[in-house]
């Protein structure tokens, strides 16, 4: 061994594994389809409420997923660790919109992708995810079923209403019924036969009709 094996770092020595231009080219592609991938997540939102951190999140798994497969591919003993710490990791946030994991797994792929080199399989593969998600996600329809929440008086008006329903909504079907002494409180999965909600208007104005709340029913109904 020389005086200067000695001193020769391995930490120093993997300075130059990667080259700049790569590590900016790259970080640079990452951001840029992480925004696209933000601005599709905006535009695709239907939930109850949107979270811009979640966005600013995307962003980042694209960079983040980037930055780890460049240092992965540019060391062999190296990807192993990383294996083994990212292992023990563990993500408790739940995801309320199932569109949202699609995100998710979109950012973390386009980070990979990237730091593989495959620049246009990135690029052009977000695009078509991006136009896909444009065209289904706001696709919206008259069919998509509704929750009507009926408070009646009695029996009589609760048959009155259920019946004006039946006439109105080409699917009608009862979720719950709750009795109470001088109320009855009805759920009611309806399917509109148009977009026209003008009925809820006249239903809340009939006898022993207390109240009438149309919801739009997201499939997760709590009952």
Same mark, same amino acid.
């Given at each position: 061994?020389?005086?200067?094996?000695?001193?020769?770092s391995s930490f @120093?020595?993997?300075? %130059?594994?990667? =080259?700049?231009?790569d590590?900016? *080219?790259? +970080?640079?592609l !990452?951001?840029? /389809?992480?925004?696209?991938?933000?601005?599709?997540?905006?535009?695709?939102?239907?939930g109850?409420?949107?979270?811009?951190?979640?966005?600013?999140?995307?962003?980042?798994?694209?960079?983040?997923?980037? @930055?780890?497969?460049? %240092?992965?591919? =540019?060391?062999?003993?190296?990807? *192993?660790? +990383?294996?083994? !710490?990212?292992? /023990?990791?563990?993500?408790?946030?739940?995801?309320?919109?199932p569109?949202?994991?699609?995100?998710?797994?979109?950012?973390?792929?386009?980070?990979?992708?990237?730091?593989?080199?495959?620049?246009?399989?990135?690029?052009?593969?977000?695009?078509?995810?991006?136009?896909?998600?444009?065209?289904?996600?706001?696709?919206?329809?008259?069919?998509?079923p509704?929750?009507?929440?009926?408070?009646?008086?009695?029996h009589?008006?609760?048959?009155m209403?259920?019946?004006?329903?039946?006439?109105?909504?080409?699917?009608?079907a009862?979720?719950s019924?709750?009795?109470?002494?001088?109320?009855?409180?009805l759920?009611?999965?309806?399917?509109?036969?148009?977009?026209?909600?003008d009925?809820?208007?006249?239903?809340?104005e009939?006898?022993g009709?207390?109240?009438?709340?149309?919801v739009?029913?997201?499939?997760?109904?709590m009952g």
């Amino acid at each position: 061994m020389s005086f200067q094996d000695i001193f020769k770092s391995s930490f @120093l020595s993997n300075i %130059a594994s990667i =080259s700049i231009l790569d590590m900016v *080219l790259s +970080m640079a592609l !990452a951001f840029a /389809i992480g925004m696209f991938i933000f601005l599709i997540y905006k535009k695709t939102f239907s939930g109850v409420m949107y979270s811009s951190s979640f966005g600013v999140t995307l962003v980042a798994l694209t960079m983040i997923s980037t @930055l780890v497969i460049l %240092a992965v591919t =540019s060391n062999v003993v190296l990807s *192993l660790g +990383m294996v083994g !710490a990212l292992s /023990i990791v563990r993500f408790r946030t739940a995801i309320k919109e199932p569109l949202d994991i699609a995100f998710l797994f979109w950012s973390i792929a386009v980070g990979i992708v990237l730091a593989a080199g495959m620049i246009p399989l990135a690029v052009f593969g977000s695009v078509v995810i991006g136009i896909i998600l444009l065209v289904f996600a706001n696709k919206k329809s008259h069919v998509n079923p509704y929750i009507m929440v009926l408070h009646c008086n009695n029996h009589d008006s609760e048959v009155m209403a259920t019946e004006f329903l039946k006439k109105q909504a080409s699917r009608f079907a009862v979720k719950s019924k709750t009795v109470q002494k001088g109320l009855i409180e009805l759920n009611i999965e309806v399917r509109l036969k148009d977009e026209n909600t003008d009925f809820v208007n006249i239903l809340s104005e009939m006898n022993g009709i207390n109240s009438a709340v149309l919801v739009n029913y997201n499939g997760d109904y709590m009952g």
